[in-house]
């Protein structure tokens, strides 16, 4: 078990950068591929990025790819998605999501544990 709990959501103006964090509780943490995923109104949810274990793999969607920096320190039981040159189109609740499963996962119900959102609004 693992609970997972995102920070760091807030207004940026078009073009601007933003950090989100997910913090981790959890013994085993370290086992787990985490993602991000998010959600805007009126939306269905879409994957944003994924990490691997070890921090050594990692896949973009194609609509932030260049921009967002997914990582992660298992010491710290954190994993961060930086996000870079923002675009209204990147307004919605962003979600990290963890699985134990092999391989990259884009499936939302591919994923195991999920954190409670938070709130990113791009605008001028």
């Known amino acids: 078990q693992v609970l997972l709990v995102e920070s760091g959501g807030g207004l940026v103006q078009p073009g601007g950068s933003l950090r989100l964090s997910c913090a981790a509780s959890g013994r085993t943490f370290s086992s787990y591929r985490v993602a991000w995923f998010r959600q805007a109104p009126g939306k269905e949810r879409e994957f944003v990025a994924h990490i691997s274990r070890s921090g050594g793999s990692l896949y973009y969607a194609d609509s932030v790819k260049g921009r967002f920096t997914i990582s992660r320190d298992n010491a710290k039981n954190t994993v961060y998605l930086e996000m870079n040159s923002l675009k209204p189109e990147d307004t919605a609740v962003y979600y990290c999501?963890?699985?134990?499963?092999?391989?990259?996962?884009?499936?939302?119900?591919?994923?195991?544990?999920w954190g409670q959102g938070t709130q990113v609004t791009v605008s001028s």
């Open positions: 999501a963890a699985t134990d499963s092999i391989g990259v996962r884009i499936r939302g119900h591919e994923y195991d544990y």
